[in-house]
């Protein structure tokens, strides 16, 4: 199985309602990245957590990062149709030497 | 300034032919990363370079897969003879440093008939 697995695979909520996105992974890390990919376009980096962080802040987005765990969260307050995407999370880590890996995504589908 | 730059957008090939993919990256990056993704997957790394320097190839398969960043000029993904399972949308990524923040292009869909 992959460094980065994300969960749900897929989620389904109406507008203004939370998002959580949970990525877990197997080895120490460096950092910890999420991006966003809306379909058929380039990824879009939204948050870069490092290991000694617990909790970053970026506009209505929420990164957690519990090492003892090796997992991480992404929360998407007041959800809006435009948070419609999938969002991958990404392991910078020394096993995996100079690559940074990515996780199989959670689609995000936001209800208007 | 502008974003990482993939050309062609689209791109068909017949089986045994040659693809070249190109990726211009930001201003002032260095690092070059290429991306391999299926539908409803997520992104394979295949290759990281530096400057004339491939630094990591390990995702990329030994055959028929080269990369390379000249000082001057784009990153070129070549893959030669290409066979339908090569078929994917391909991904470019640049980066002021070693795997931070990455900034992507927009990918080139490749196509073998």
Avoid at chain 1, 107 to 112: C, E, G, Q, T
Avoid at chain 2, 21 to 28: D, N
Avoid at chain 2, 50 to 62: A, H, L, R, V, W
């Amino acid at each position: 199985s992959q460094q980065g697995e994300e969960d749900p695979q897929a989620l389904s909520i109406q507008e203004g309602e939370n998002a959580t996105m949970n990525c877990s992974y197997k080895t120490s890390i460096n950092n910890l990245q999420w991006y966003r990919q809306n379909s058929g376009r380039g990824l879009v980096h939204l948050i870069l957590i490092r290991s000694n962080e617990r909790e970053k802040h970026s506009g209505r987005l929420r990164v957690t990062l519990d090492t003892s765990k090796k997992s991480s969260s992404l929360l998407i307050t007041a959800s809006r149709a435009a948070d419609t995407a999938s969002y991958f999370c990404a392991t910078d880590a020394m096993e995996y030497g100079n690559k940074l890996v990515f996780g199989a995504g959670t689609i995000l589908r936001v209800k208007s | 300034n502008a974003g990482v730059m993939q050309n062609p957008r689209h791109l068909v090939r017949r089986r045994g032919q040659e693809a070249r993919l190109r990726c211009s990256p930001m201003k002032g990056h260095s690092h070059v990363y290429w991306y391999r993704q299926l539908p409803e997957e997520g992104l394979k790394f295949m290759v990281y370079l530096q400057k004339e320097n491939i630094i990591d190839e390990s995702g990329m398969p030994k055959e028929r897969f080269s990369a390379e960043f000249p000082k001057e000029g784009p990153s070129i993904l070549r893959i030669q003879q290409v066979v339908r399972g090569d078929s994917a949308a391909y991904f470019c990524a640049s980066s002021p440093r070693q795997n931070e923040k990455l900034f992507f292009g927009s990918g080139t869909q490749l196509s073998v008939l």
